[in-house]
Each structure stands twice: as C-alpha cells, then as structure tokens.
C-alpha cells in the first residue's frame, strides 16, 4: 500500500524542549511538505522541499526546522522557540512540484504542551 | 495575492439532503488549478477533484458534483442524497502556475450529515 505515515499521532511536549514529527512517504514522491492546521483555520505552510537536500521556508517557518536527506523522509523540529506549538500537524506529498499535482497527506500528528 | 473563502463554517443537514458547499476564489492569475479535499475525524485530508481554470465544465462522480463557474470566482461542490459517512471537513484549494507555488487553502467547512 502506497502512503504517507506520520508518527507519532499524539506527541507532547515540555517547556524548553525540541520534538521530532517523523513522515515518511513509499510514493516515490519528489516533493514534501508540511503544514499546521489550527480549529477554524485552513492548513498553513510551514516548509517544504521540492527535491532531496533542498527546502524552503514557508509561511509560519519560525520556530521549526526540517532536513530532507532521503527522498522518502521529511522530518519537522519543533523547537523551543516555537512559544504556540499546540496544533494538528500535517505532512504531504506530490509527484512533483507541479501545480497540477494533488498533494496526498498523513494522518497527521496532534501536539499539545505539557 | 491569491485568496480561497469557503463562507460557510458548518452545515447540518438530514441524511439523504442535497447539500452544496460554496468556495469563492481570488486570484490575478488566468492559469490556476483548483483543488477539493475532504478530511473525515481520522485527520488525513484526501483528494477528491481538481480542475484547470480553463476547463469550465462541470464534474459529476456518484453523489458529488462540482460546479467551476470562472465568471463568478466560484468551484462548488454539491453532494447529493448525503450519507452520514459523508461528515467531515471539506477544504477548497488553489494553485497558481509559474515555478514553485503554494497551494492556498480555504478555512474549511465542517459538514455533518445527521442519521
């Protein structure tokens, strides 16, 4: 089965500390991105890379870090400088960076503060 | 700047009710592709249609059908004789053409189907 999987669902963290969101993709997908959904918005860009060793900051790129050092992987940091990091974080992929391409997503990852 | 308004929040409606979900879209761009997504309680958000902004015809697949009127800025989306598995957040999308661009999403409306 061809997908994206995002680990863990539910990660907590503590003042002060960096967490790793893992996301993975079998798709053979060139490009990768990641997004925050918070309730009553729409999804917002976080990084993204269009090819392995490469990314770019997104929209709400403060706070976070990202490597793509595999085609299949696309790690996001949330690091302690991100001060608001409760909400719903999606990972997704696309055949390539296109604007025709669908982008296909994870089942996401929910963080909240302990 | 491109822009994507799903006015509608939420909507409530009795199993086997027409309902259409409305999307507005903003954008100074003549070649653009516009995308539906559905994203049921499991969070994944998955795709349902996409369409060129030079391809004005309208879409039906089963209970969905999809309205892209260029005149008016608009790509609804009408689920006929809903079902209660049909409950779930649905994002509107667009994406300009050009080098790297940003798919921009709507703010999602929230549909529940009651049995």
């Known amino acids: 089965d061809g997908g994206i999987t995002q680990s863990p669902k539910y990660l907590f963290r503590k003042e002060g500390q960096n967490v790793t969101l893992s996301c993975e993709q079998n798709l053979n997908h060139d490009a990768m991105y990641w997004y925050r959904q918070d309730p009553g918005q729409g999804l917002r860009l976080i990084y993204y890379s269009q090819i392995v060793n490469d990314f770019q900051k997104g929209d709400i790129a403060e706070g976070y870090s990202v490597s793509r050092e595999k085609k299949e992987s696309f790690p996001l940091t949330v690091t302690s400088a991100q001060k608001n990091p409760t909400a719903f974080y999606l990972c997704?992929?696309?055949?390539?960076?296109?604007?025709?391409?669908?982008?296909?997503f994870g089942d996401g990852t929910r963080l909240s503060i302990l | 700047a491109q822009k994507v308004t799903q006015a509608q929040t939420e909507i409530s409606v009795v199993e086997k009710e027409d309902v259409t979900l409305d999307c507005v879209y903003e954008?100074?761009?003549?070649?653009?592709?516009l995308f539906w997504y559905k994203q049921p309680p499991s969070g994944e958000l998955v795709f349902l249609i996409r369409r060129n902004s030079f391809d004005e015809q309208n879409e039906i697949s089963g209970r969905y059908s999809w309205n892209f009127q260029k005149s008016t800025s608009s790509f609804n989306f009408t689920i006929t004789a809903s079902q209660v598995v049909d409950s779930a957040v649905y994002f509107c999308a667009l994406r300009r053409s050009g080098g790297y661009q940003k798919v921009t999403f709507g703010t999602g409306t929230k549909l529940q189907v009651i049995p």
């Open positions: 954008t100074r761009d003549t070649t653009y592709y």
């Open positions: 997704a992929s696309s055949k390539d960076r296109a604007y025709n391409q669908p982008q296909h």
